[in-house]
């Protein structure tokens, strides 16, 4: 004879096995967190970098149609928009609009510069001069 079954057999994780996978879980997100968050900060410089090399194009561009570089006072903004004092400008020199800097910051363009005919750089996440890591200006120079 078979011991009858219960009809509504239950059967939970004890507190124990909880917290061994709640444990699990929090060293796995230890591990990978970090991680893939740095993957994140490297990928923002090497847009910011790729940007840097796109405004040279067409920096480069607009010397060639122009002349010479555009002044500081004018800026980046002329190689979108034409200025009404040039008549060789042959432009948009950029595809879209004036790209901010993956941080949201403007782009910083001198000319001329300390470091070339022009500088043109980003001054990284935190927007300060100087610093390290994901901090550190990039610059076309």
């Given at each position: ?9 239950q ?9 061994v996978?709640?444990v ?20 923002e ?24 570089y ?19 400008w042959?432009g ?22 300390e ?19 994901e ?7």
């Amino acid at each position: 004879m078979s011991t009858p079954t219960h009809p509504i057999s239950q059967r939970g994780f004890t507190l124990l096995e909880l917290l061994v996978v709640m444990v699990i879980i929090g060293l796995l997100a230890g591990y990978v967190g970090p991680k893939f968050f740095g993957q994140i900060g490297k990928s923002e410089v090497k847009a910011a970098r790729a940007q840097i090399d796109a405004l040279t194009k067409s920096l480069d561009q607009f010397r060639l149609d122009v002349g010479r570089y555009p002044s500081t006072e004018q800026g980046l903004a002329v190689l979108v928009a034409k200025p009404a004092d040039e008549p060789k400008w042959a432009g948009p020199y950029l595809s879209k609009a004036l790209p901010k800097d993956p941080w949201g910051q403007d782009y910083q363009y001198r000319s001329p510069g300390e470091h070339g005919e022009y500088d043109l750089l980003s001054l990284g996440k935190d927007g300060r001069p100087g610093g390290e890591g994901e901090d550190a200006d990039l610059t076309s120079w």
